[in-house]
């Protein structure tokens, strides 16, 4: 990250934004800690599938707690800070578990019928509801159904998971309208980055290796421009290498170090743009 950004303040003089696809419930936690370790600016701004999707506003925080039920006939166990960590009806059958954050937040509470796990309820950092888990029962380490919440509670994505790997994603409006489905995490990705990239100029810097390597490569434009990362690591990459020879519409790289800069320049034949990206040290 301080090598990608010590890049970026040194060739870009447009604003940089990091991209992440991932899901991630203590994303905001995560970027604070980043921007205080100064590992990218205070303006670099942050984009993230599924917060996109889930219409999450950074600095939002939730008004309420989520209600635990009381029973006086129930069992309740307690933890050294006092807080709730699992529930039991009077016969000691388990109704519902609890894990907190370490700043005391709910972090997610998995509900029981028997003594199986159906259901799981994750709250994000900021203490919205952001997704509901349905386990399946023969393997609870399964997860069959998500749902994922705006900060209102209305649903915006729906994954169901089939018994042979099949996958099918919705996304969903404010008005309970289906408005999208696609069949794989691939589709979803490709739609996402288009509708965030391709809406105006820009250039996106990736690895070479990373698996969006080639959907992002394929949808390149006028407006969409990939400048792709190149490690020691990659100089047999077939990417590397088609770029190497003319064959990729790419002329432009950014290499990890001047070996790999080096390394490339025996093997070219046409013009690159070869960008070194500066070390940590040469940051810090």
Wanted: net charge negative.
């Amino acid at each position: 990250m301080e090598m990608i950004m010590g890049l970026l303040k040194d060739e870009v003089k447009d604003a940089a934004n990091v991209i992440t696809v991932n899901y991630n419930d203590s994303l905001p936690e995560i970027w604070n800690s980043y921007q205080s370790a100064g590992l990218v600016q205070k303006h670099t701004g942050l984009y993230n599938m599924y917060y996109t999707i889930q219409a999450k506003v950074p600095g939002a925080v939730a008004k309420t707690k989520p209600e635990l039920p009381d029973n006086p006939a129930w069992q309740y166990k307690r933890n050294a800070d006092k807080q709730i960590v699992s529930i039991a009806d009077d016969e000691g059958n388990p109704i519902m578990t609890l894990k907190y954050r370490k700043n005391g937040a709910i972090w997610y509470m998995t509900y029981f019928n028997g003594s199986i796990a159906t259901r799981r309820d994750v709250y994000d950092a900021a203490g919205f509801l952001s997704v509901t888990q349905y386990l399946d029962r023969t393997n609870n380490s399964q997860v069959t159904l998500e749902n994922f919440y705006r900060p209102d509670h209305s649903l915006a994505m729906v994954k169901q998971y089939g018994s042979n790997h099949e996958l099918s994603i919705q996304l969903v409006n404010k008005e309970e309208a289906i408005t999208n489905v696609f069949h794989s995490e691939a589709q979803l990705l490709n739609w996402w980055l288009a509708s965030v990239l391709q809406q105006q100029k820009s250039v996106l810097v990736m690895g070479v290796n990373s698996p969006l390597f080639d959907q992002c490569l394929k949808a390149t434009n006028d407006n969409f421009h990939l400048l792709p990362i190149v490690s020691a690591d990659d100089l047999n990459d077939q990417h590397v290498q088609d770029i190497i020879n003319g064959k990729s519409k790419l002329s432009s790289l950014v290499v990890t170090d001047h070996d790999v800069q080096t390394a490339i320049e025996k093997q070219m034949t046409r013009d690159l743009e070869i960008t070194v990206m500066p070390t940590a040290e040469v940051r810090a």
